[in-house]
């Protein structure tokens, strides 16, 4: 069966410091896979996406970048952290293919910018 | 660009009453997802509907697709405890060939023992 692992669960991190999160899917080849962010009590904002290595697509204009380096690791960065950048952070995959099938979310990281 | 509205934002229910949501698109959609958000969790896929008045049900818990695709509701019944969170719709647009899922904002359900 396929699984899917984000880390870490929680994250504190100060302004201005940079960002790396990770997210790795087993049981499954070449997945769509996807970054969300979720405000509190609010829905859920597509970030990045990818259809395959090395082939990333950008939903909205921030100081953050994804990358792909291998089949089944997504990983989220940022070189410098805005107080903005808070909030819950969700990795998903889906099966390859028509932008249809159900996607299947990691537990997310909440990351906090003091 | 294409949207989805959910209603309502919040609803609050007496443990056995009735519950139901609407999702209302802008445009036609190709298909449409519903998912449940537990407090503190992540989204997780409850169903797909693609045919046009399409209905589809889990134990106490009713999807339908409008005839003209453009909007969905969930309904359940007796609600109890278990199924407090957020409940979100996302449906995929037919524009274009970059379809990706429309994401409505939920609405978050409490449901008093």
């Known amino acids: 069966s396929q699984t899917i692992h984000q880390w870490p669960a929680t994250l504190v991190q100060p302004v201005g410091s940079p960002l790396s999160l990770e997210c790795t899917v087993e049981g499954t080849s070449n997945p769509n896979l996807y970054w969300y962010r979720q405000a509190a009590g609010r829905g859920l904002q597509l970030l990045f996406y990818s259809v395959g290595i090395g082939q990333i697509s950008s939903e909205v204009p921030q100081n953050l970048s994804a990358s792909r380096p291998q089949d089944r690791q997504f990983i989220l960065s940022s070189k410098k952290l805005l107080l903005s950048d808070s909030g819950f952070y969700l990795c998903a995959w889906s099966v390859p293919g028509p932008y249809n099938q159900p996607q299947h979310f990691g537990d997310g990281t909440r990351l906090s910018i003091l | 660009g294409q949207q989805v509205m959910q209603i309502p934002q919040y609803q609050h229910v007496q443990e056995g009453e ?30 797909q509907l693609v045919k046009s008045g399409e209905v589809k049900k889990q134990k106490r818990l009713t999807f339908q697709f409008g005839e003209a695709k453009k909007n969905s509701s969930l309904h359940i019944t007796a609600t109890q405890t278990t199924d407090v969170g957020t409940y979100f719709c996302a449906g995929l647009g037919n524009a274009g060939n970059n379809r990706k899922l429309i994401w409505g904002l939920g609405t978050s359900l409490g449901v008093n023992p």
């Open chain 2, 18 to 47: 009735d519950f139901t949501t609407y999702c209302n698109s802008s445009t036609t959609l190709s298909n449409i997802q519903w998912y449940k958000q537990r407090p503190g969790g992540h989204p997780v896929f409850l169903i």
